[in-house]
């Protein structure tokens, strides 16, 4: 009998605001950072990490390490079997739910254990997530959900016969994503810390890697969003998708205005238009930008937010996010919702081993979910992939297939030990900045 | 010059689990606990915390312990004279931001340093937090909260109306506040783990002791609901109000449906009766169980959340509480937006030390905002406040108003010495038992 024998927590980060990679109008001067976990038997591994913006990730590896108390002397099996079951003892655990509940650090730590949990099983299986959960049966997918909250839209019937559903032609779909891969986008050019000359030239390269959309931030300043967004339509031509993101930027009334005065350069969608727990407030925005789609997810807590911005018919565009929900089970649920919205979702990959989480979940989608590729495309940031055991191959403007087995998160120790933070080699190299050190930046 | 010279957190719990004191349909077995923070200059020194259920609260510790660091070193002056801008800092941290965006331990933990810093300036100006809110220019109060992603309810403008509004009368308000108090309903009887012996004994004794409310958990089994309200309401006649509490147990549908069940016994109000982040769920709930009214807020994260609560005709009374927001910056928007949309406020208080802070609220309000006691009233436990400097004073059914210049936080050095997790001599009599060591039970 396999037990876990512990869980060890690593705070990792990288200087990237050093360069203003990932700057936009809220998050100004981010090190993207990974609180990361392995929980460990007597010879299996499983990873995961919930990724932050550099201060606070300590706080993030605290509630690691304390959830996976809970874990520890537990039977691997009964566990790695039983992923609904293994879900709901830590996000429902009596006392800690307080927390949240099922928001914020807490959450987002208990997800990075079930994250974990999930690459045992995986490697046991010897499969990539994707083919994993493409491959299972449907009543054990529906059986690693929680469907509390969210039963009146989404019922544990109504998800077996959406996975039925799926059932044809998925061995055929499988086969063509092995192939051919999932479409994708890039923010690359958009961030807001970067020259024109370097917002024109990354965009044009965009367009000639294949990338049939760019993104760009916007909300910092009504002139500048017009001018570099002239710029990059110009760089792009019309026949390239340019969404915009204002990362929570503006009030409802705001975001409508401004969003309008943009509209002439023909934004596919705006994301993130204000605080991503407005539901009522994304409902009034999609009305007053249509045709513009409205697209959010990346800060959204739970499902039950979730499914309150599909009732409520606030988005156009579900933007999950692998390390901000509890995990692999609640991101299937965020899927489940969606296709039950025949909504498509174009997850958010901006920052440090998002590209690598989730992708499993688009090319899950494709096999067994919605079935469509259809105006979906998985966000691309060309940052720091190379830290992980199986970096994201995006070509031709297309993600390719991940192959090996596991849900993406494991790091190379290598990097793990250069960007310990404080300690690691690379930190006591570029030495104790202000973005990390230095508080109350706004 | 005086400066921040230290932070200092102390992870304080209580063992009330052992007497089932606390216990309700989803928290079960809470061992109640503060998350304690002192902020200190060279000669003062402010409290504060964030209540928890006992497992976790060393992660709200670590939390404030981060968020604590931006604060060390900085003009204590500064602060303290411009209690917006100190809040914006902690809460606008454009690194630790993404932990929430506003919402769960980060939240929180940024709101035990915002009152602590009200307690410093409390004590400087010799008043009690409720009077220093009350005698501050309706300007300083405005300039304290945070309009961000609320002013589509509530702009600056609104709310300097609504405090000039509240000027003419004011000081005879609080002097009827400092003769007569405010009127209080208590949870005591209506704890799940009690036998119904216990249940009618507490109730009865609850009339006596002037309560017109007392609060009974259910959401547990709908027949013993049932069995439970009919015994309380013979134990207290039909002249005394019962509220039922299901802390977020149900789907909308259920609530609805259970709601409906025990509406022959006379609820007043159902209290969380399905997730706190439901704006249109609790839309639904209120439309299917009128007229019993809808009430909510302990768990709601932020006044995001009650704005939307309140847009969409969801709520008929706000339960503020005042360690799940970001401190009392917060809390005055959050009273602000109940006097926009005309609804009672009636405070959470179930917890340890969550009555000797919350009441600041309500008396402000009464004196300085809604100006009306119809309809509302302050939660009171009877539970754990002999560790506090200045314990509630609750008499005839009324909080008595607190006296001593400060927030109510400040615990006895003794109290935090003994119940000292896990070193403190109260736990090593008690021992390491289940409720807090133990994992995973529902």
Request: proline share 4%; glycine share 8%; hydrophobic share 40%.
């Amino acid at each position: 009998m396999s037990k876990i024998t512990s869980v060890r927590t690593e705070d990792i980060r990288f200087p990237t605001s050093l360069d203003l990679d990932g700057s936009d109008a809220v998050n100004v001067d981010p090190d993207y950072s990974a609180a990361y976990v392995s929980i460990n038997t007597d010879d299996e591994a499983g990873h995961g990490f919930v990724f932050t913006c550099g201060r606070g990730n300590e706080i993030v590896t605290a509630a690691i390490e304390s959830y996976g108390q809970l874990l520890v002397g537990l039977d691997t099996d009964d566990l790695v079997n039983d992923l609904g079951d293994a879900s709901r003892r830590l996000i429902h655990d009596s006392q800690l739910r307080w927390l949240g509940p099922e928001k914020g650090v807490s959450h987002m730590a208990a997800g990075a254990l079930v994250n974990a949990l999930w690459d045992i099983r995986a490697k046991r299986e010897q499969k990539p997530l994707w083919l994993l959960l493409s491959e299972m049966p449907a009543e054990e997918i529906v059986n690693a959900v929680d469907f509390t909250h969210i039963r009146n839209a989404l019922t544990p019937d109504d998800a077996l016969e959406i996975l039925r559903r799926g059932e044809p032609g998925k061995a055929e779909r499988i086969t063509e994503l092995q192939r051919s891969g999932y479409p994708a986008y890039t923010t690359t050019p958009g961030w807001l810390g970067y020259s024109d000359e370097k917002l024109v030239r990354l965009s044009k390269e965009a367009v000639a890697d294949g990338f049939g959309m760019i993104k760009l931030k916007v909300g910092g300043d009504l002139n500048e969003d017009r001018r570099r967004m002239k710029l990059a339509r110009e760089a792009v031509g019309e026949n390239i998708k340019i969404s915009i993101d204002a990362n929570q930027r503006w009030e409802v009334q705001e975001a409508i205005d401004w969003v309008n005065e943009l509209a002439e350069f023909n934004p596919w969608w705006i994301e993130e238009p204000t605080s991503t727990d407005e539901i009522l407030g994304h409902a009034a925005i999609r009305k007053g930008v249509s045709p513009i789609k409205v697209a959010t997810g990346e800060a959204v807590a739970s499902r039950i937010i979730f499914k309150q911005l599909l009732q409520a018919g606030a988005i156009d565009v579900m933007q999950i996010d692998s390390t901000r929900v509890a995990g692999v089970n609640e991101n299937i649920a965020n899927l489940l919702l969606a296709a039950r919205f025949e909504t498509p979702v174009c997850p958010h990959a901006g920052g440090v081993g998002l590209c690598e989480l989730v992708q499993h979940f688009s090319f899950f989608d494709y096999a067994a979910v919605s079935g469509s590729m259809d105006n979906r495309m998985i966000e691309f940031v060309d940052h720091l992939h190379e830290h992980f055991i199986e970096p994201v191959r995006v070509e031709n403007g297309r993600y390719l297939a991940p192959q090996k087995p596991g849900n993406g998160a494991e790091m190379l120790q290598e990097s793990r030990d250069r960007w310990s933070f404080p300690a690691g080699a690379g930190w006591q190299q570029v030495g104790n900045r202000a973005a990390v050190t230095g508080g109350g930046n706004r």
